[in-house]
């Protein structure tokens, strides 16, 4: 089944001499329980076609769809909630809240939603993030590792339709990176959770079940 389509996307910024296409005419389609990887040197428009999937920027012209929805046809409050709900972030610098614990910034998305937390499935995210004994501890207590799967855990808790991992190894030691890589490819088994991340490193991208390779904001290879 479908979850994602991407349909000639194309993002511009600025205008006349100071134009740059950062997005160039970009379609592609994603399956239900899939693991894709976005692959690209700097600048080739990989983060901005995440960003634009994520609802966090409008594209110039195109579409995405998430499930039946056409996320763009939303007014700002309601991609807001849609973001929130459906959209699982992972970014390469935690963004996590400092005065909350551990377990307080898991499940800040269903606070912010007004959602009871099923404890049980708390715990047992938890649990599959190797976080039991860190749960009350605050960011500045844990590892880069820990708080990164923190993040994780924060995308993961509210079953997002999707979730999107922006270069979530980039600020990791190599150990730390085998570790987080192999977390998100237990969340894709075991909750049969849809991730696209994007990421430089090819050895990373290989775990994925799928490449996508973006030049000068094209598709230039897929498989």
Do not use: W
């Not at 009350?136 to 207590?141: F, I, R, T, V």
Request: neutral net charge; contains cysteine.
């Amino acid at each position: 089944m479908e979850i994602l389509k991407v349909k000639n996307l194309t993002k511009i910024y600025g205008k006349d001499s100071a134009k740059v296409t950062a997005l160039d005419n970009v379609s592609f389609s994603v399956e239900k329980g899939e693991f894709v990887a976005i692959v690209g040197a700097s600048g080739s428009g990989k983060s901005t076609l995440l960003h634009l999937i994520g609802g966090v920027d409008r594209p110039t012209s195109g579409k995405v769809y998430i499930g039946d929805k056409d996320i763009y046809s939303f007014d700002d409050d309601k991609l807001a909630i849609f973001r929130r709900r459906q959209i699982g972030l992972i970014y390469q610098f935690y963004n996590l809240i400092p005065i909350l614990n551990i377990e307080e910034n898991i499940t800040l998305p269903l606070d912010l939603d007004n959602k009871k937390v099923d404890k049980k499935e708390l715990n047992d995210l938890i649990c599959l993030l190797g976080l039991e004994k860190r749960k009350g501890h605050l960011p500045n207590e844990l590892s880069g590792g820990q708080q990164q799967r923190t993040s994780i855990g924060r995308a993961l808790v509210t079953r997002p339709a999707i979730i999107l991992a922006d270069e979530p190894t980039g600020n990791l030691d190599s150990k730390s990176s085998d570790e987080i890589v192999e977390l998100l490819k237990k969340s894709n088994r075991e909750y049969k959770q849809t991730i696209i991340m994007i990421t430089h490193n090819m050895e990373i991208a290989k775990c994925a079940d799928r490449i996508i390779k973006i030049e000068d904001g094209k598709i230039v290879k897929e498989g």
